[in-house]
Every structure is written in structure tokens, then in C-alpha cells.
């Protein structure tokens, strides 16, 4: 049975620092692997979404990378800004079912 | 595209109350869920529909749920009689896919509370 995990379950850094968010998952068979953000009170946003042929998908600041023999993706982070704040969530398709994190919930501290 | 929109944004109702939570989702996608977020559960899918059909319902709770989608632009997940548990944001999302999801799309939810 896929398991997902994201730690830490929180994270607070600097403004302007670069960070890795981390998502692992125990069944290497997936389809594809997309993350998301969410805000307060508010709905999920997808940012990437990596087929599992592929390695790694960048959009602005963000790369998020894929090794499915590892079972691990990271979301990169460059140059972080307090609107960055969110709590960061992965999900991988695996057996045509979207099995999800619990998320990772990100501060930048001005 | 506006996006995935739900109704009513908020919804408080006493207990033994029919709730019907609305979804419209983008235009084109062919695949729509319901989920439901908690702080203790975090997110749960309760159905998943292709092409209008549902393909998935094993995560509804109870028979005191139920869905709908009549047509490609219009879901409605129905609670009767609610219950104080049930309190929590219902999302809507859709994508365009078949059996492999594609990218995502949520609406903003609805906060259900049942007092």
C-alpha cells in the first residue's frame, strides 16, 4: 500500500534563504507526482505536477525534482519571500488513486 | 476560466439538517472529487467521478452521503440527516484525465459546521 510522507511537518527559515521541502513515498510504481500549496482558509493550488518519466519540472523559483527508484521528491525553493507562507502538500498518483502527504507548513520570517 | 467554484462558501446548520454542497468545474475537465479536509483527518477523498460516472465512491462515509453529477458542469454532494462529525471544509476539484489524474484544480471549499 503507497505511503506518503512529508517531514518536517513545519519549517520556519529567513526571508531570502533557498529550502527543500521534502516528500518520500514507499511504492516506487507511480504515475506521476504533483505538488501543491495551500493557504489559510483557503484552497489547494497546484504548482508542479512531474510525470514519472520525468526528473524535474521547474516554474519561477520553484524545482521540484522526481527519483522514483529512491522514492523521494524534493520541492526547491530559491530566494524565499514571506508570501511564500503556506503549507506545501504532495501527491503521487500510484494504482490510478492520488495517495497525499500531510503537508509541510512553511513560515519565512521577514 | 473562472476556476472551479463551490457554493455556499459557508454553511452553518444544525444537527438532523439536509446540506447540499455545490461544484462547477472547469470547463473541459472530464474528471471531478470531492474531498474532505480536518485539521485531525487531514484530506480524504469521498468520490471521484470520470465523465460524469462515479468511478470511486469507497471513501463516502455513509449512506448519509451521496453525489451527483448530472452533467459535465454541475456536482452536488448531498448530507442527510448532518451530524456534528461532519463538520469540516468540503473541496471540489477537477482535472482532465482518465484513470492517470492530471493536474488538479480546487475550488476555494466550503466550510461546513454542524452545531
Known amino acids: 500500500k503507497q505511503e506518503v510522507t512529508q517531514i518536517p511537518a513545519a519549517l520556519s527559515v529567513p526571508e531570502g534563504e533557498n529550502l527543500v521541502l521534502n516528500c518520500s513515498f514507499t511504492?516506487?510504481?507511480?504515475?506521476?507526482l504533483q505538488w501543491f500549496r495551500q493557504d489559510p482558509g483557503k484552497g489547494l493550488t497546484s504548482l508542479l505536477l512531474?510525470?514519472?518519466s520525468q526528473r524535474e519540472q521547474t516554474s519561477g523559483r520553484l524545482n521540484a525534482s522526481l527519483d522514483k527508484s529512491s522514492g523521494r521528491s524534493t520541492l526547491y525553493i530559491a530566494a524565499s519571500q514571506p508570501g511564500d507562507s503556506a503549507t506545501y502538500l504532495c501527491a503521487v498518483d500510484s494504482n490510478y488513486q492520488l495517495i497525499w502527504g500531510a503537508g509541510t507548513k512553511l513560515i519565512i520570517k521577514p | 476560466d473562472a476556476g472551479v467554484i463551490q457554493s455556499p462558501r459557508h454553511e452553518v446548520t444544525e444537527m438532523g439538517q439536509e446540506v447540499t454542497l455545490r461544484c462547477k468545474p472547469i470547463s473541459g475537465h472530464n474528471s471531478l472529487f470531492w474531498y474532505r479536509q480536518t485539521m485531525m483527518r487531514g484530506l480524504e477523498l469521498l468520490i471521484y467521478f470520470n465523465n460524469n460516472v462515479p468511478i470511486d465512491d469507497s471513501g463516502m462515509p455513509e449512506d448519509r452521503f451521496s453525489a451527483k453529477m448530472p452533467n459535465a458542469s454541475f456536482s452536488t454532494l448531498k448530507i442527510q440527516p448532518s451530524e456534528p462529525r461532519d463538520s469540516a471544509v468540503y473541496f471540489c476539484?477537477?482535472?482532465?484525465?482518465?484513470?492517470?489524474?492530471?493536474?488538479?484544480?480546487f475550488g476555494e471549499g466550503s466550510r461546513l459546521t454542524v452545531l
Open positions: 511504492d516506487s510504481a507511480i504515475y506521476n
Open positions: 476539484a477537477s482535472s482532465f484525465g482518465g484513470r492517470v489524474t492530471g493536474e488538479l484544480f
Open positions: 512531474i510525470q514519472s
